[in-house]
C-alpha cells in the first residue's frame, strides 16, 4: 500500500471512530461501542476501506492496544483492590469462575473443540471496569458502598483477566489441551507478571531520575511509551501477551512521583492509537455470519444469545457474593455485567490464532456488546436513578474511549 | 516482520534518538543531529536493526513528518513574515538564490543530470529555522535586529524552500525537466499551497466549532490530526508533497482560537512520531561511500566539500542584503547558514524517487549536518559571545527535536 492509501485509511479510521464514539455517547453508550460500530462499516462487510490484516493496521492496532493497557494499568491504584476488602475479591473471583464455565461448557455442547471453548469462556469473564467506572461516575454512585465494591472487583477482574489471557493463548499455540501445559503456562504467565511488576518498579524509578537529568524535548513521554513497548517486547519475548506486560509497566510508573506528567502526555496519544485498535475488531465482522435467515449460520446465533444469558446472569449471580449489611447485591452484580476491553482483546487475539473462526468472531463481538448495551441502562435502574434523570456535568462526560482518565476514576 | 521484531525496532529508534539527541545537546547541537546519528548506528550501515525501506518504517516516518510540519505551521506566525519588513525578504530570497544556483552549477560541472542538480541546489538553500531560533533564544538575541531580521527570513524560507521542493518532486516524477513541466508544477504547487490556506482557514474554523460540540474523549487531538493528515492526503493526490499541505494545515489552525489546547496535545504525539522520520532518514547512509581512501568514491566527497563552502557562503552573502542601520549583517549571514529539516526532507524526497543515489545520499546529508555543526558556533561568535560565556536557563534549552515549542518561539 502506498502512502496516499494509507493516509486515507488512517484518516477514516480516526475520523469514523470519533463519529460513532460521539454517537454512542450521546445515546448514553460507551464510545468503544461506536468504534466498533465504525470498524463494521469500514471493515470487509461493508465499505472494505480497512483491511484488518494489512501489516501497518495490525501493528498501529497493537501499539494501540499496548498504549491503552499502559494507560489503564497506570490508572489503576493498586490500594483500590483493598477499598472493599475481601468481599471485591469473592465478586471478582464467583463473576470470573460462572461465566466462564458457563461458556467453556456451552461451547463445548455446540461440539466445538476445547481450546475454542477456553476462549470462549475466558472472553466472558472480565468486566469492562473502564465502562463501568464512567457510569458510575455519571451516577454520583463511584464512593456509594456498591461502587467501591464494584470497581474493586473490576480490577482484580483486569488483572487476572488478563493472566487468563495469557494463559489461553499460550494453551492455544500448543495445540491440544493438557494438565501439563496448563501448569507450564500458567505459571509462565502469572511469574511473568510478577516479575515485570518487582523489575517494572525498580526500572520505573530509574527512568524516573534518569528523565529529570535529560534536557531534550520529549524524554518524559518517549521513555514512559518506550517503557511499555519494552516490556511488552519482554512479555512477547518469554512468549506471554504483550499487553499484559504493558499493564505491568503501568502499574509501576503509576507508582512513581512522575505519574501525572506522563498520564497528561500519554493521553494525546492513547487518543490516536487506541481507536485504531477498536475499529481493526470491527473491521474483522463478517455480517454475513450473523443473518439469521441463513440455516447454515443458525447454530452460531442460537449459541450466542445462550453465551449472552450467561455473561449476564454470571456477573448477576456474583454480586450476591457480596456479605456487607445494607449492600445492594442486585445493583453489584448489574454492575459487573457490561463487559469492555478486555473481553474485546481476547476474541481479537482468538481470531489472529486462528481458534475463534469468522462466523464465532461476529457472534462474541456481539455478545460483548450487548452485556455493555443492556447492561448500562440496566445499571441505571439498579441504582434507582432512570435514564435521564439525572444530567451529567460535561466534565465528567469526558471519559476515555475506554481507559479511564483519571485514576479516581478507574 | 512480526511485532515482536517491530516493537524491538521501534524502542531501538526511539531510545537511539533520545540518548544521541541529549548526547548532541550536551555538545551544544540541536538534538536533530543527534537523531541522525541515532540513524546511522541503528541502519543499514552498522547495526542494520532499522530498514529505512521497510513499510512500517517509511509509513510512520511519513507520519512523523507530516505531523513535525504541521506542528511547525502551528507555531509560525504570519505576521512575523511583515516583522522586518522587506529586509526578510531580501535576505530570504538571496539566500535561497544563492546556495541554489551555486549548488545547481556545480553539481552539473560534477557531470550529474539537471534534475539531480536541481534537487542538491534546493536542499541547500532552505534555513533551518527551529535550530536557529533555538539558538537565538539562548543567545538571547531573539528580539534583536538581526533576531528579527533572520526569524522573518527563515519563515519566508521555510515557505517558499517547501514549495520548491514540491515543484522539485513534481519535475523528478516528469523525467527531463521542461520549461512546459516547470511552469505546470510550480503553478501546481504554489495554487494548492494557497488554496489550502484559504480552505484550510473555512475548514478550521469548522472544525473547531465542532470540537467545541462534542463530548467524547480525544476529540480535539484526534480532529487535529485528521485534519493535518487529510491536508496531507489532498496534497498526495494532487501530485504535490504531503507535507506542504500539513504545513497549511498547520498555518490554518494556528490562527484559531484552539491554537494553544492544539498545540499542547499534539507536542507529546509530535514526540513519538518526530523522531522516526530523522532516525529513518539516518538509517538510509552507507558510510563506506564516505571512505576517502577510496578513489571511485573521492569525486563524491569533493563535492560535498564544495557544495558546503557554497552553502555556507550563499547564507552569508545574503546577510549583506539587509539595509537597517546598524545591523551586523555578517551575524544576520552566519545566523541563515544552519539547515534542518526542510534541507533533510529535500535528500530523503530525492532517495525515495531514486534521483539522489546512495553516494551523494550520505554526502548530502553530511553538508547539512556541517552547516549546523559549524553554523551554531559561528553564530555564538558573530553575536558577540563566546561559547559558554552565557548558560541558558533550563526552561530555553528544553526545545524541539525540531519543531519549535512556542509560537513566540518560533
Known amino acids: 500500500?502506498?502512502?496516499?492509501?494509507?493516509?486515507?485509511t488512517l484518516i477514516l479510521i480516526l475520523a469514523g471512530a470519533k463519529i460513532f464514539g460521539e454517537l454512542a455517547n450521546r445515546v448514553g453508550q460507551p464510545p468503544v461501542l461506536g468504534e466498533l460500530v465504525a470498524g463494521i462499516v469500514?471493515?470487509?462487510?461493508?465499505?472494505?476501506?480497512?483491511?484488518?490484516?494489512?501489516?501497518?493496521?495490525v501493528f498501529l492496532a497493537d501499539v494501540g492496544?499496548?498504549?491503552l493497557l499502559f494507560e489503564?494499568?497506570?490508572a489503576t491504584d493498586p490500594r483500590e483492590l483493598w477499598g472493599a476488602g475481601g468481599q471485591s475479591l469473592a465478586v471478582a473471583l464467583v463473576g470470573l469462575a460462572l461465566p466462564f464455565a458457563g461458556g467453556y461448557f456451552l461451547t463445548l455442547a455446540f461440539g466445538y473443540k476445547t481450546h475454542v471453548a477456553v476462549f470462549v469462556g475466558a472472553a466472558l469473564a472480565a468486566t469492562g471496569v473502564a465502562v463501568v467506572a464512567r457510569v458510575l461516575g455519571d451516577l454520583g454512585a463511584l464512593k456509594t458502598k456498591e461502587g467501591t465494591v464494584i470497581l474493586g472487583a473490576g480490577v482484580i477482574d483486569d488483572i487476572i483477566g488478563l493472566i487468563i489471557l495469557a494463559v489461553v493463548r499460550g494453551l492455544a499455540t500448543g495445540g491440544e489441551v493438557s494438565a501439563a501445559t496448563l501448569a507450564r503456562v500458567t505459571a509462565l504467565s502469572a511469574g511473568f507478571f510478577v516479575a515485570a511488576l518487582v523489575l517494572g518498579g525498580v526500572f520505573a524509578r530509574r527512568l524516573v531520575w534518569l528523565i529529570e537529568k535529560t534536557r531534550v524535548r520529549g524524554a518524559l513521554i518517549v521513555a514512559a511509551v518506550g517503557f511499555a513497548l519494552l516490556w511488552a517486547f519482554g512479555a512477547s519475548v518469554v512468549g506471554t501477551a504483550p499487553f499484559v506486560g504493558a499493564f505491568a509497566a503501568g502499574l509501576a510508573l503509576g507508582r512513581t512521583r512522575k505519574y501525572d506528567a506522563v498520564a497528561a502526555d500519554l493521553k494525546p496519544v492513547a487518543d490516536i492509537f487506541t481507536p485504531i485498535f477498536f475499529v481493526k475488531?470491527?473491521?474483522?465482522?463478517?455480517?454475513?455470519y450473523l443473518n439469521p435467515f441463513e440455516a447454515a449460520y443458525r447454530p452460531v446465533l442460537f449459541l450466542a444469545g445462550l453465551l449472552f444469558g450467561i455473561a449476564m446472569l454470571g456477573k448477576v449471580a456474583a454480586?450476591?457474593?457480596?456479605?456487607?449489611?445494607?449492600?445492594?447485591?442486585?445493583a453489584v452484580g448489574v454492575g459487573m455485567s457490561p463487559r469492555g476491553v478486555v473481553g474485546l482483546i481476547f476474541v481479537d487475539a482468538g481470531r489472529r490464532a486462528g481458534i475463534v473462526t469468522d462466523d464465532l468472531f461476529g457472534a462474541l463481538l456481539l455478545v460483548i456488546a450487548a452485556t455493555t448495551f443492556v447492561g448500562v441502562p440496566l445499571m441505571k435502574l439498579a441504582f434507582g436513578r432512570r435514564p435521564g434523570d439525572k444530567i451529567p456535568p460535561p466534565s465528567s462526560i469526558v471519559i476515555g474511549t475506554s481507559a479511564p482518565a483519571k485514576r479516581n476514576a478507574a
Chains 1, 2 share one sequence.
Open 319 to 330: 454480586g450476591y457474593a457480596a456479605w456487607g449489611r445494607g449492600v445492594n447485591r442486585l
Open 1 to 8: 500500500m502506498d502512502l496516499t492509501h494509507l493516509l486515507l
Open 42 to 57: 469500514l471493515g470487509v462487510s461493508c465499505l472494505k476501506i480497512v483491511n484488518p490484516d494489512a501489516e501497518v493496521i
Open 281 to 288: 475488531i470491527g473491521a474483522g465482522v463478517i455480517l454475513y
Open 72 to 74: 489503564i494499568g497506570l
Open 65 to 67: 492496544v499496548i498504549i
